[in-house]
């Protein structure tokens, strides 16, 4: 994991994203980049706002990002820190920083005024769908003390394991943790022989670490996740997004703001392509 980038809005909420960022790793990410997008009211030509004045507001936010990268610095000496302040369109900044740094992942905090960024809208919604490399959003009250218990929410009864081994192994890599696959069953459909032998090849796929399969019955499909990986004290929910399927039954427009909101556990949003 050589470089991460974490956005930040300079609020607590932010702080408690960046600090998790320099501790989820194992070992630690070689380098960091605090982006920090700030934009414009759209009347603010007309306001009477001087070049001056915007050039003030640039420096003082620049100010308060280097301050907030000599307070991480002092805790996490071994990692190499960078700051980006940029005004302008959230989407277009970080899709840019995205590729220019080469980043292999992206952190956020899951609440606090990001401008237009956690309005969760559509746009922002799609924009997490599309983003090349992985995501993790962090709740401000979860403590990083290692990840022992991961769970990943798929389909084992119809979907392939082949296409999702890899991702897997490589998270396993990094934790050596148990894996917890999560079924959300949401017509309380029952299983079919051929089900269960989908099921079984995933068993036996993984048959080399510590795997539990888990079925989830419920309508409130964010609430009943959020209920068993506090239950089953989870560490990481991980998902592999795509557009038609998983992601959009868990992240669509019914369930967006619950999981936006998800205090008990950190979200990975993977990428198979790409994985830290």
């Not at 237009?116 to 922002?124: A, E, K, Q, T, V």
């Not at 510590?210 to 009943?224: D, G, I, Q, T």
Request: aromatic share 10%.
């Amino acid at each position: 994991m050589s470089t991460v980038l974490v956005i930040t809005n300079l609020t607590d909420s932010a702080r408690h994203a960046l600090d998790y960022a320099c501790r989820m790793g194992n070992p630690s990410p070689d380098r960091i980049i605090l982006l920090h997008v700030f934009s414009f009211s759209p009347g603010i030509a007309g306001e009477g706002v001087s070049m001056a004045a915007l050039g003030d507001m640039y420096n003082n936010e620049e100010q308060a990002l280097q301050q907030e990268i000599a307070r991480v610095k002092g805790v996490f000496p071994g990692i190499a820190f960078e700051g980006r302040v940029v005004a302008g369109s959230f989407a277009d900044a970080l899709l840019e920083e995205v590729v220019l740094s080469e980043a292999e992942l992206v952190v956020t905090g899951a609440e606090g005024d990001y401008n237009d960024f956690l309005s969760w809208d559509n746009h922002i919604l799609d924009l997490f769908i599309d983003l090349p490399i992985p995501v993790v959003i962090v709740p401000p009250a979860v403590a990083l003390s290692g990840v022992r218990n991961l769970a990943f929410a798929c389909n084992y009864r119809v979907e392939d394991p082949e296409a999702s081994l890899g991702i897997l192994r490589k998270l396993w890599e990094v934790w050596q943790c148990r894996f917890h696959l999560v079924y959300v069953n949401k017509e309380a459909r029952v299983a079919t022989a051929a089900d269960l032998v989908c099921q079984q090849s995933w068993a036996d796929a993984l048959q080399r670490y510590e795997v539990y399969f888990h079925e989830l019955r419920s309508n409130e499909v964010a609430a009943a996740v959020d209920q068993f990986c506090q239950d089953q004290s989870i560490d990481l929910l991980a998902i592999k997004p795509h557009r038609h399927g998983l992601w959009t039954n868990l992240f669509g427009k019914n369930n967006t703001r619950d999981f936006a909101h998800l205090h008990s556990v950190p979200v990975l949003a993977l990428r198979s392509s790409r994985i830290p």
